[in-house]
């Protein structure tokens, strides 16, 4: 069964711009999280996707947004990026429910000049 | 408040030796805690899972304890490898899903 997958992997982008990411969760799993990974943070909860609804949310401001498909599949989104969005944003697909292991993708690694 | 503490922030120990890792958490109530292994530029990686009722799991020369009545747990590596090098996570959730990290230990195994 193929892992969690998310493109691109890398990606420079400059201050003001918007990104988008993706994220495939394996096959079955229906709930998508994402976390933002800086040096200085460590990991930070971004939201939760299930069912194409959005089922919890962190403390981040509006510029990041996401959605999910009918086939699981999830897009983050950024808008006016600013410096300190520069960071690895993971992927993490589980069972539908919370007690279940979360399987992290590879993450995309952004960088914002 | 919901808190997750981890220490040592890094460690550095020679190939063959043991080492443990601690997390501390105030977390509550609490459901359950897992112990993650990150290598540089990757995602993590389940390594344990503990609910309340288990006070310790292994996993190959990884194993954990929780001690939910202190809220400490430990990840013992025994027998260490070059490749145990990583940042080791510990998560803790609670009953409503709310997921909580510590910032991680960066373990350094040398030859």
């Known amino acids: 069964k193929a892992g969690v997958t998310q493109t691109p992997r890398y990606l420079i982008k400059t201050r003001g711009q918007q990104v988008t990411l993706s994220c495939s969760p394996i096959?079955?799993?229906?709930?998508v999280s994402w976390y933002q990974q800086t040096p200085g943070q460590g990991l930070q909860f971004l939201f939760e996707?299930?069912?194409?609804?959005?089922?919890n949310k962190g403390n981040f401001p509006g510029r990041f947004s996401g959605r999910q498909f009918s086939n699981s599949r999830s897009e983050m989104n950024v808008s006016t990026l600013e410096l300190g969005d520069s960071a690895l944003y993971l992927c993490?697909?589980?069972?539908?429910?919370?007690?279940?292991?979360?399987?992290f993708g590879p993450g995309t690694r952004l960088t914002v000049l | 408040k919901n808190q997750v503490e981890q220490s040592p922030q890094s460690l550095i120990i020679l190939e063959g030796k043991n080492c443990t890792l601690q997390?501390?958490?105030?977390?509550?109530?609490?459901?359950?805690l897992r112990w993650y292994k990150q290598d540089t530029g990757r995602g993590p990686v389940s390594l344990t899972i503990m609910t309340f009722s288990e006070n310790t799991k292994s996993n190959g020369r990884y194993t954990a304890t929780l001690d939910a009545d202190t809220k400490q747990s430990s990840l013992h590596i025994t027998a260490s490898q070059l490749s145990d090098s990583a940042s080791y996570i510990c998560?803790?959730?609670?009953?409503?899903?709310?997921?909580?990290f510590g910032a991680g230990t960066r373990l350094t195994v040398k030859p």
């Open positions: 996707y299930f069912s194409e609804t959005q089922r």
């Open positions: 998560v803790v959730s609670a009953h409503n899903n709310d997921m909580r």
């Open positions: 096959s079955g799993h229906r709930s």
């Open positions: 997390c501390n958490y105030t977390v509550s109530p609490f459901s359950n």
């Open positions: 993490a697909s589980s069972l539908p429910s919370g007690k279940n292991e979360q399987f």
